[in-house]
């Protein structure tokens, strides 16, 4: 019989590419989605697909309570969150309950169905760490958490809760703790896609220059499509754990805008200018993950490499525009 999986933000990058996955898998994917004032901004990357969705949102656990008991699922990923690191120091009542809160609501859900069997997956963050990196400039699960942010200390709470449900409670709970991780469906508000949309507008005369905030921060930056692959992994492993998952490669913002501009013919020093508002009042400056226990344990591997994702960005908007 084939499995339900239920996904919790489903309508996001990550969870478009999860319920292609799941699909392809044979499973019945449902999904959450929040009610949004222009209605295509609802379901523009999930339309089609053939996946159930559900009107609902994390911080209204009746919606979850009704949802939940209807689906019946096999396997709950939760995807959903506000997802912007940045936004999160303008709006963090709102993040923290959200990223945080949320997260609790889903497991009482989830504890509510009385299923042993249930698997949930936690969409946990390498903004957990903050500035702390290993003396081998790796961050790792042992790698202490000191985040930098509302998102951060938030996500730092949801970790926590998954962590304490699958002790008190015997939940099969995981934490899958991902570098970022990107591809054309990402939000052109985070820096890859602002930077590749940008810089493809630039070669076909459609603006003249790209602000941005700090270049010298480094990301470990790998593709969604990878990555959904690891939170199947991470959810159907023995027993319910914690994985980190990361290229283990780590390259800077103004790496990305060369890559980039380079492939496009262009010089990015010629365009790309700097602008305080896409700063934040305390940046996470270094990112590299270090993903060997996923990898030797349960076979993960990302496909893609850093040029081939950008080039897939690239081929993207240059269609598109
Ligand atoms: O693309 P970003 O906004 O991603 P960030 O903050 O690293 O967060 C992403 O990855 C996390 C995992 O580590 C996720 F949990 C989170 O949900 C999200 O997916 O910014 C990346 C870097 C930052 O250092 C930022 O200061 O780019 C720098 N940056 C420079 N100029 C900019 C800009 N970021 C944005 N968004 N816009 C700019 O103009």
């Known amino acids: 019989m084939s499995k339900t999986a239920l996904i919790v933000g489903v309508a996001g990058q990550d969870g478009s590419y999860l319920s292609e996955l799941l699909l392809s898998k044979g499973y019945n994917v449902h999904g959450i989605v929040r009610r949004n004032s222009v209605s295509e901004n609802q379901d523009s990357r999930i339309r089609g697909m053939g996946i159930t969705t559900h009107y609902g949102d994390i911080l209204d656990t009746p919606s979850l309570i009704r949802i939940f008991r209807e689906v019946n699922p096999d396997e709950v990923y939760n995807l959903g969150a506000q997802s912007h690191v940045r936004i999160s120091f303008d709006i963090p009542e709102f993040t923290i309950k959200t990223n945080g809160l949320g997260v609790l609501n889903i497991l009482e859900a989830c504890r509510a169905l009385g299923n042993p069997n249930l698997k949930i997956y936690q969409a946990s963050s390498s903004e957990m760490f903050g500035n702390t990196v290993d003396d081998d400039n790796y961050q790792r699960k042992s790698t202490p958490m000191n985040p930098t942010s509302p998102y951060g200390c938030a996500k730092v709470l949801g970790y926590n809760l998954v962590r304490h449900y699958r002790t008190a409670y015997n939940m099969h709970a995981c934490n899958g703790i991902l570098f970022n991780h990107e591809s054309p469906r990402r939000g052109t508000n985070f820096v890859t ?129």
């Open 193 to 321: 896609n602002k930077i590749i949309k940008g810089a493809v507008e630039i070669k076909k005369g459609l603006r003249n220059e790209l602000a941005l905030g700090n270049l010298e921060a480094y990301r470990d930056w790998g593709h969604s499509k990878d990555y959904v692959r690891a939170m199947h992994l991470i959810l159907n492993a023995e027993k319910p754990d914690d994985w980190v998952v990361a290229t283990g490669q780590s390259r800077s913002i103004r790496d990305m805008c060369e890559v980039t501009f380079n492939l496009l013919g262009m010089d990015y020093k010629d365009y790309v200018t700097t602008d305080a508002k896409y700063m934040r009042p305390h940046e996470l400056n270094y990112l590299r993950g270090d993903s060997s226990e996923i990898r030797e344990k349960l076979g993960w591997k990302p496909e893609y490499t850093f040029e081939s994702m950008v080039g897939e960005m690239v081929n993207h908007w240059m269609e598109k525009l």
